[in-house]
């Protein structure tokens, strides 16, 4: 069955530190890849999204995301955080099997220190 | 932009009461989701819903809960007797039929069973 990692649980960064967290997926076929993001007390929204073409992703709000298919990998990136950018970020893959179910990661906590 | 709406945003009920959440999808959207979020845990798929019947669902979702497209315009899903542990925030998800598989979430229904 498919599966995503996220190898961080929580982060914590100082205001215009750089981040970046690490997403592993399982299926070795063609993905679609997700980030979304969750601020507190609030629902999942799109950061971004990889289907095909360039591996390089940029999304909404200064994040983008690399496609890397040798090594199933697809971490975030953002040079500079805001406090702002507190919240919970979840790696999701469409599954491939009927109904096209999103399959999420753990989800990494990131807090940022103003 | 169109909406994903959930309705109630919070349900308090007693145990072994049922509980009805509903969710109004995209109109022109043709797949249809539940996903729950136990507090601190990850975001779990429940069930997939396409052309008026369920197309896949987890093993969370047992005989204890259904969904339903009444009218073809709201998403139901009912528990017929809940439990402690379905307390979580239940959200509904949306999808067209592009091949993108963009997904829209509501803004979930958070379920607190005492």
């Known amino acids: 069955a498919q599966s995503v990692s996220q190898h961080n649980h929580h982060v914590i960064l100082s205001e215009a530190a750089s981040l970046e967290l690490g997403c592993n997926y399982s299926?070795?076929?063609?993905?679609?890849l997700f980030w979304y993001v969750q601020y507190p007390g609030q629902h999942l929204q799109l950061l971004l999204k990889?289907?095909?073409?360039?591996?390089l992703v940029k999304g909404i709000k200064g994040f983008e995301a690399e496609f890397i298919k040798s090594k199933f990998s697809f971490n975030l990136r953002k040079p500079s955080v805001q406090w702002s950018d507190t919240a919970e970020y979840f790696c999701a893959v469409i599954s491939n099997t009927g109904g096209f179910k999103t399959i999420f990661g753990a989800g990494t906590r990131l807090f940022v220190k103003a | 932009e169109p909406e994903v709406t959930q309705t109630p945003s919070h349900q308090v009920t007693q145990m072994g009461q049922e509980v009805i959440l509903r969710c109004v999808p995209i109109s022109n959207h043709l797949y249809f989701y539940w996903y729950r979020q136990i507090l601190g845990q990850k975001v779990e798929f429940l069930v997939s819903f396409y052309n008026n019947e369920i197309s896949e669902k987890s093993e969370i979702f047992d005989d204890q809960f259904s969904v339903e497209r009444p009218d073809g315009s709201n998403f139901t899903l009912k528990i017929r007797s809940t439990k402690l542990e379905d307390s979580a925030m239940y959200f509904c998800?949306?999808?067209?039929?592009?091949?993108?598989?963009?997904?829209?979430f509501g803004s979930g229904t958070r379920l607190t069973v005492v």
């Open positions: 990889y289907f095909s073409g360039d591996p």
């Open positions: 998800a949306s999808r067209g039929q592009a091949s993108n598989y963009g997904y829209t």
């Open positions: 299926y070795g076929g063609t993905v679609n």
